[in-house]
């Protein structure tokens, strides 16, 4: 103690820096932007294709559309609710647009729509308006007076003779659209009233998502319909789930962890205070990695995150070194002879890291910042701030002896087993080779979103009518009227597929909003006063609708020959919005404006590929895209990305050693554990039939870098020519807190965190083992021989 009062350690400047840049580090923690979309885990530089999929995920309006199932009771017990619910919805303010096929929810769409009929109508041309083209428009609307649509027509006959109205409605209503009973939309398959509603907030912004999903649920509960359950889905719903999933298993995975490693350090140690100052690299490993990415990034991705747990098991190797080590040589003594094997494997492994993190996908690139500013933070940790708070390092010996005389005894044992290790080596190399490659990991392999969960969203999706056939049409144009152009010329190709019954339909942006370019050809079309009035009374001589009463469509015809053009603004907060910027998607930052056409294909069909692509093969800036298979195509060329800079990341590491070791023999005698412990957990992997992908790799880097502290301190022991217990209790330590923390990550219900946990926990406690096995020179300890 000093004369002030204070412990003479804390009268050194190391652990203020180290508080206030861990104040400054918690409060960047706390402003970090926390994301779950798989938008980061895409391509910076996509092919044409992957553009337009990758346009889907990123404009966020398919993330706004919530797809809602009310199941149970009665059918009339289920169309209440819908109709109460959607009432509920609407009076919210957070909805753009709620739909459950009631009357009044089309009313409002048809006031849209009628108001702007003669420019949205597929109908209107010159011949329309001839009188023999207004004799049949108006014959075939009263005709459909007898019709059960008569009851809606009727109101609007001496406004839209010619069923303006009606053409409109044919072409936007998708040909699955769902089924109307008492009123509401219902299911044709199950016994379920269905509802869609689209968000005002963007689909990016998923607390606004979280909370639109909570008005639905809260509405819903409201009701108080007891029988009844809801039903809700979307890519909105999956990016709220998941990140909410993710959150939790981070969470809970930390508390196990740090609950595990405290009891591990706390029978090794034998008291508290070395396990709190144990504790200390890993918290300035994981707050040290959350900021940098924030700065780099932006915001920090929940698997990213996730991966920061795995650094309770690499960086806390870091403090046991020290605390266990340095009781026998003191700080001074350890920071000489063993810090600087400690050191030489941080580089490798921030060396195996760094080839990450100029990853053109951004994902990856979270996890290369992360892994190697974590580890460089815990590492300066240890160095600079545990020699001053433990300069001894932990008194006691809990039970280091015990683990030190265990250690001893594989080393003296597993040399033995070399031969037979070096030939289950080898028959997994040759493994490898002979079965089909294990790298075919799928994009969803990064989702946490269970199966029932897709299930429910392709049921409802079905009774909604939206497209499932996997494949659409894209058109790639400079601006909104170009990109509007081309969906119609697009449609004008596809409508002869459905003639032939090759489709059944399909949806365009230009059904919602034509092409300024047809626009003004519709209006063009409208003829002066006049002329109309004197053809209007020649084609209602004789006929059902005297013209004297047709005064209010004169009077229309004329206003909408003044009218300018519709664009996509003039549709925005309209019940149609939400369709067309699903479908026509604007350039942002130079990018092309991109029309999407929507395929049906008839019941038990499949989309004619051939056809298509013959199709649209001479409009220039289209393409036929499947969904699928381009996902496919996204993933491989990540994974083959990954493992390239993987690969680049082990010569860097292979380089690193060769010129510290300068020594073919201990370059091979380090190498040799390592590879081993990498090639018998991969094929361990792929006997398992498991589909590995990049977490797998990210895994199998964790392994090599841990692997590598264990074959650096033997390589030293070896030099050496003796062994201390409380080195090989360090060792033993280290690996255990590190396997445990790795077997809790692969009970995670997060796919890509439990892939790293599986891959780690065997393969540390390998890397241990066989750089045991592969020691070759002898090595004494006051105990006898380490190695033989």
């Known amino acids: 103690m000093t004369r002030d009062g204070l412990p003479r350690r804390w009268r050194q400047p190391v652990p203020w820096i180290w508080l206030a840049a861990m104040a400054l580090g918690l409060w960047f923690c706390a402003r970090a932007t926390y994301v779950a979309d798989l938008s980061a885990f895409l391509p910076s530089s996509p092919t044409a294709e992957q553009r337009v999929l990758l346009e889907q995920l990123k404009n966020g309006a398919a993330a706004r559309v919530l797809m809602i199932g009310i199941r149970g009771g009665t059918p009339k017990a289920r169309a209440d609710a819908s109709r109460r619910l959607a009432t509920s919805l609407r009076a919210s303010g957070a909805f753009e647009a709620v739909h459950n096929g009631e009357d009044g929810d089309q009313e409002t769409l048809g006031r ?29 609307t009263v005709g459909l ?27 936007m209503l998708p040909a699955a659209a769902p089924r109307v009973e008492d009123g509401v939309w219902v299911s044709r398959t ?20 979280q909370e639109a999903q909570r008005l639905v649920r809260d509405g819903f509960a409201a009701l108080g319909a007891p029988g009844l359950q809801l039903e809700l889905t979307g890519a909105g719903v999956f990016a709220v789930e998941s990140r909410a999933t993710i959150k939790s298993e981070v969470e809970r995975l930390a508390i196990a962890g740090s609950v595990a490693m405290v009891l591990l350090l706390l029978l090794a140690f034998g008291s508290l205070r070395p396990l709190a100052i144990a504790a200390l690299p890993v918290a300035s490993g994981v707050i040290g990695g959350v900021v940098a990415v924030s700065l780099v990034a932006g915001h920090v991705h929940g698997l990213t995150l996730g991966f920061g747990t795995t650094l309770i098991g690499e960086a806390v190797d870091y403090g046991i070194y020290y605390l266990v080590q340095a009781r026998a040589l003191g700080h001074a003594g350890w920071l000489r002879g063993q810090w600087p094997t400690v050191r030489l494997g941080l580089w490798t492994s921030v060396a195996g890291f760094a080839a990450l993190i100029v990853s053109g996908w951004a994902g990856l690139a979270q996890l290369g910042i992360f892994a190697v500013a974590g580890l460089l933070a815990a590492a300066a940790t240890t160095r600079y701030l545990l020699p001053v708070l433990a300069p001894e390092g932990a008194a006691g010996s809990g039970m280091r ?12 044992a597993l040399p033995r087993a070399r031969l037979p290790l070096l030939a289950l080596t080898v028959a997994a190399v040759l493994a490898l080779a002979w079965l089909p490659s294990p790298w075919r990991g799928s994009l969803s392999s990064l989702s946490p979103v269970p199966q029932q969960a897709l299930d429910l969203d392709a049921s409802l999706r079905g009774d909604l009518g939206a497209s499932d056939a996997g494949v659409l049409v894209a058109a790639e144009a400079a601006d909104e009227a170009a990109a509007l152009a081309a969906a119609e010329r697009i449609g004008q190709r596809l409508d002869t597929l459905v003639q032939a019954g090759k489709l059944a339909s399909y949806q365009s942006p230009a059904r919602i909003l034509p092409s300024p370019a047809t626009q003004l050809a519709r209006r063009a079309a409208l003829p002066e006063a006049a002329v109309l009035q004197e053809r209007l009374a020649a084609a209602t001589r004789d006929g059902p609708l005297p013209a004297a009463k047709l005064a209010p469509f004169l009077a229309d015809v004329q206003a909408q020959r003044r009218m300018p053009v519709l664009t996509r603004a003039d549709l925005q907060g309209t019940p149609l919005a939400g369709a067309l910027d699903a479908q026509l998607l604007a350039g942002k930052d130079g990018t092309p404006w991109t029309a999407l056409l929507l395929l049906q294909v008839p019941a038990g069909g499949a989309v004619p590929l ?6 649209v093969a001479d409009l220039p800036g289209t393409r036929v895209v499947q969904v699928q298979p381009e996902l496919d195509q996204i993933y491989a060329s990540y994974l083959g990305q990954a493992r390239w800079q ?51 790799l990210i895994g199998l880097l964790l392994v090599a870098a841990i692997g590598s502290n264990y074959a650096l301190f033997f390589d030293q022991l070896r030099q050496r020519g003796s062994a201390d217990p409380d080195t090989l209790a360090s060792l033993m330590l280290a690996n255990l807190t590190t396997v445990v923390s790795f077997a809790l990550l692969a009970t995670a219900k997060v796919p890509a965190l439990a892939a790293v946990g599986l891959t780690v926990a065997p393969g540390a406690l390998l890397s241990l083992l066989l750089a045991a096995a592969f020691s070759r020179a002898p090595a004494r300890s006051a105990a006898g021989p380490v190695t033989q």
């Open 112 to 140: 849209l729509l009628f108001e702007r009929r003669y420019l949205l109508s597929p109908g209107v041309e010159p011949a329309r308006f001839s009188v023999d083209g207004l004799r049949d428009a108006i014959d075939e």
């Open 145 to 171: 007076l007898g019709t059960p649509a008569g009851a809606r027509i009727k109101p609007l006959l001496w406004r839209d003779p010619t069923g303006e109205t009606v053409r409109m409605a044919e072409a």
């Open 401 to 412: 002896d015990r683990l030190g005389r265990m250690t001893l005894a594989l080393t003296q």
């Open 646 to 696: 993987a690969a680049l990341g082990a010569l860097a590491v292979l380089a690193l050693l060769a010129g510290h070791l300068r020594s073919a023999r201990r370059l091979a005698s380090v190498l040799l554990p390592l590879a081993a412990s990498v090639v018998l957990v991969l094929a361990g992997l792929a006997l398992s039939g498991a589909a590995l992908g990049v977490l797998h």
């Open 610 to 615: 051939a056809e298509l692509r013959q199709a």
């Open 190 to 209: 199950q016994p379920r009233a269905v509802l869609v509603a689209s968000s005002r907030a963007d689909g990016g912004d998923l607390d606004a998502q």
